[in-house]
């Protein structure tokens, strides 16, 4: 019986955590996993500050596309910053130098929490800096769609809000398909507020990137979607909107994962994306503001995506700042800037939720990270708890805003029964943490989930060579027959040729 009113206890604690508006009231009595939220100040002007530039750089790059030989550069390669150091391969887009030195080595690199092989292309910088010759397209209404779409491929941009699906490829997707743009800046996680930062600082570039996507796209209504704390944000957004037709501001209850594309339609449209189905199908297309401002940089001033804003965030160690920070940069290099111990914190990537806990501190920044955070090894309990048994409360399955079904997808993902998963819409979970937090059994949730996902992709992916190879195997046999056949045709015409002009000898 005590066992029972502690679980129920600490999923009550843990789902009232959930809700942001209840962390003004608790913020400084209560923690959760010892970990104290970050309170977002909404009257607090966010300040954005540029990281020093380390002395190497590790850039991490798909194994995939080294086994396609995509790879520009070679060990010695002097590199300037812009310059391609990857191609672009299907849906994975161009890696470039983050700033100008020398390649020191590319070596292969197995990142654990990310469960993948990845190739590390190594800068030495040379401290001055130097860009590449960069072209700016000033009037990109004299282009096609087609140019520019093939012109943010070829500058690495894709998804800065988590996802990391190339936006390029979404952008051909949707040409002619949709008739709304919905720019995301609800942000509505704890502790991350770099979106709120970069609106508050880079508002009319961000709108100008609207406008290229509206050009593009060929579409006459744009939503931007902001959180009802960001007050700031919103005052500075509605000044740059103001004589714009097109433009329309509103605002969303600061609950999480409002943040979350797929919830956002449903609270904006009253809609749900169909399973298999995505929002270009509800003639919707979304953006995250990060996103649609390094369109803006690649387009309008010819620049690449090298750098990215990311909140840092230490609880008692670093107050929480928002800084410009280069892809590539090493973790260690942040901590022996703002003189954090290695030997005495954490790091998780991402935000309290939905971030991964790392113990490499030479793991380096990625375009899809938005916050790091330091904790502490003495007051943090995340990835401390044993996981034990599943007792089928149901807590995960009240909780998850997707309303499916948590617990019967943890079992068939703990046996990788592939077949179950996907009757039970694994893909439709948006990874939000929500029933990882409030499981009593501490049971790692997300992980099962992005393992299963993860396999799910690579089999399909095998079903997909297969029926390919399949295929040019029965296309092959049908051309040899067809060959055969002929040649078997020829043979027996001359020999009746042959035999008739015998016959009249």
Request: aromatic share 10%; net charge positive.
């Amino acid at each position: 019986m005590y066992k029972f009113i502690k679980y129920i206890s600490i999923y009550i604690k843990k789902l009232f955590f959930l809700n942001i508006s209840f962390f003004k009231k608790v913020i400084s009595i209560f923690q959760v996993d010892n970990i104290l939220f970050l309170k977002k100040s909404s009257q607090e002007l966010l300040k954005l500050s540029r990281v020093t530039l380390p002395k190497k750089f590790f850039v991490l790059i798909n194994s995939e596309v080294l086994n396609r030989g995509k790879l520009c550069v070679r060990k010695g390669d002097l590199v300037l910053r812009g310059q391609t150091l990857t191609l672009g391969c299907g849906n994975i887009v161009s890696i470039h130098s983050p700033t100008s030195g020398r390649i020191i080595d590319v070596i292969n690199n197995y990142i654990f929490f990310l469960d993948q092989f990845f190739a590390v292309v190594i800068v030495e910088s040379d401290g001055r800096d130097l860009w590449i010759s960069r072209t700016p397209i000033c009037n990109y209404t004299q282009f096609s769609s087609k140019k520019l779409i093939n012109l943010i491929y070829h500058s690495g941009i894709l998804g800065l809000s988590g996802s990391g699906f190339s936006t390029s490829k979404k952008l051909q997707c949707a040409v002619g398909k949709v008739h709304t743009l919905v720019v995301n800046a609800v942000e509505s996680e704890p502790c991350v507020t770099s979106d709120d930062c970069l609106i508050q600082n880079f508002s009319k570039e961000i709108i100008d990137g609207c406008k290229i996507l509206i050009w593009i796209l060929k579409i006459k209504k744009i939503l931007i979607v902001v959180s009802e704390e960001k007050i700031i944000a919103f005052n500075v957004l509605k000044k740059s909107v103001i004589n714009l037709k097109d433009f329309e501001l509103l605002k969303v209850k600061n609950k999480y994962p409002s943040g979350s594309s797929k919830k956002l339609i449903q609270i904006l449209f009253n809609k749900e994306i169909p399973q298999g189905k995505h929002a270009i199908d509800l003639g919707i297309i979304m953006y995250n503001v990060a996103t649609v401002f390094a369109i803006k940089k690649a387009i309008l001033d010819g620049e690449p995506l090298t750098e990215r804003v990311i909140t840092l965030y230490g609880d008692k160690f670093l107050p929480s700042k928002n800084v410009l920070v280069r892809i590539g940069t090493p973790i260690s290099h942040l901590m022996k800037i703002y003189k954090l111990n290695e030997k005495t914190l954490k790091v998780n990537i991402g935000g309290p939720i939905t971030g991964l806990l790392i113990r490499n501190f030479n793991f380096s920044v990625l375009k899809t990270n938005n916050c790091i955070m330091f904790v502490s090894i003495q007051n943090n309990e995340l990835n401390n708890f044993e996981e034990k048994n599943c007792i089928r409360c149901a807590a995960c399955s009240y909780s998850c805003p997707m309303n499916l079904l948590p617990e019967q997808l943890y079992w068939y993902s703990k046996h990788s029964n592939h077949e179950k998963t996907q009757i039970y819409n694994i893909q439709d979970c948006i990874e939000c943490g929500i029933c990882e937090q409030v499981c009593p059994s501490d049971i790692p949730l997300m992980s099962y989930y992005r393992r299963e996902k993860k396999q799910i992709s690579i089999a399909k992916f095998k079903n997909y060579q297969i029926k390919k190879f399949k295929n040019l195997f029965l296309l092959r046999k049908q051309r040899l027959n067809n060959l055969n056949s002929r040649k078997k045709n020829t043979i027996v015409s001359q020999y009746i040729a042959l035999n008739k002009f015998n016959f009249k000898v």
